[in-house]
């Protein structure tokens, strides 16, 4: 099996809980300066409803949390079929690095600068990395 192309999963995955973490510090503060009370929250209460009740850069970092639960599971799934079938090296590993780097740079452009042109270019590049590990990795499973 080739391993390496699991390091670049083994580093997003420590970084979307690095994002959590980032999320969490950010926002309980950001709550009680707001009057939220946790303990007074509706049944079913979601971490959207804090939507205009905190600032906008405080959601910012949830708002990328949530991202990092959404496509990089296509990553992951996609890193574990290329390594089962032993194509986690060369071109294939390279995009995996880039698609985690670039997913990072993301993270970070989003909870703190937030410009959405910026944002949506890198969200492209991440994407087309990993559409071209998508298609190698089914190539690699049919032939």
Known sequence: MDIAILAPAAVLILWSLIMLFWMAATRFPAM????????????GGRG???EGVIPDNVNWKSHNYT???EQPTLFYATV???ALVNAGHGLNLYLAWAYAI???IHSIWQATVN???VRFMLFIASTVC??????NALW???F
């Open 80 to 82: 574990v079929i290329l």
């Open 32 to 43: 009680a300066k707001s009057g939220a009370d946790l303990a007074k929250a509706p049944p």
């Open 67 to 69: 991202h990092l639960m």
């Open 140 to 142: 690699a499973t049919l």
């Open 115 to 117: 410009l959405v042109n």
């Open 102 to 104: 670039i997913r990072i």
């Open 130 to 135: 990993l559409l071209i590990m998508a298609i």
């Open 48 to 50: 959207s409803d804090l």
